[in-house]
């Protein structure tokens, strides 16, 4: 039988990231892939939220690239929420935790995903960015205090966990689910191919 890791033509994808939900999302479309983490601070100054994902996911691809001695292709993310003009990142207590939700409760809120592909065979690089709009219903102080206290991944998200309790609060989605949680596959393959790749170049589970 025809076994893909045969063939020289395979490309190598190293995923810069440790985000679970991410690495599931390969794992969901059968992409074989290494994880190697960046090692860089997620700051930027940049004030537009497009622009500001775009940015620290190609630091993190630079990082990884440091790490790298073989040819690959290292794909690299990151992801904020998005509303009234501020950023939502990770929470680093619970406190922050509750006022985030507080303030989106109710809202039409934005996940913005920014990805990098840093090509190691070709040397080239292609930045961009991905959005969708979140509808929150109308959350009580006591179902977010519950929510905090009862969400073991609320450190690990950006603003909130949509595939953990948060979903309880979830009443659309109005784009691609996945980049909400870290990664679109479809626009991820559409920049792949602009770099001249197709499926058969990249090795899937059976």
Known sequence: PFILSSTPFVKKIILASSSKQRQDIF????????????????????????????ELSLNKARSVKDQVNEKAIIISADTIIYYNNKKYEKPKTKEEAFNNIKELSGTKNT??????????????????????????????????EWYVNNEPKIFKCCGYVPLGKAALFIDKIEGDYNTLLGISPCALFEKLQELGYSITDFEFEK
Request: glycine share 4%; hydrophobic share 30%; aromatic share 10%.
């Open 27 to 54: 794992k969901m479309i059968g992409l074989k892939y290494e994880v190697v983490t960046s090692n860089v601070d997620e700051m930027s100054n940049e004030k537009n939220p497009e622009k500001y994902v775009e």
């Open 111 to 144: 996940a913005y995903t920014g990805i990098t592909i840093m090509d190691l065979y070709k040397n080239k690089t292609i930045t961009f960015s991905t959005s969708v709009d979140v509808h929150f219903k109308q959350i009580s102080d006591s179902e977010i």
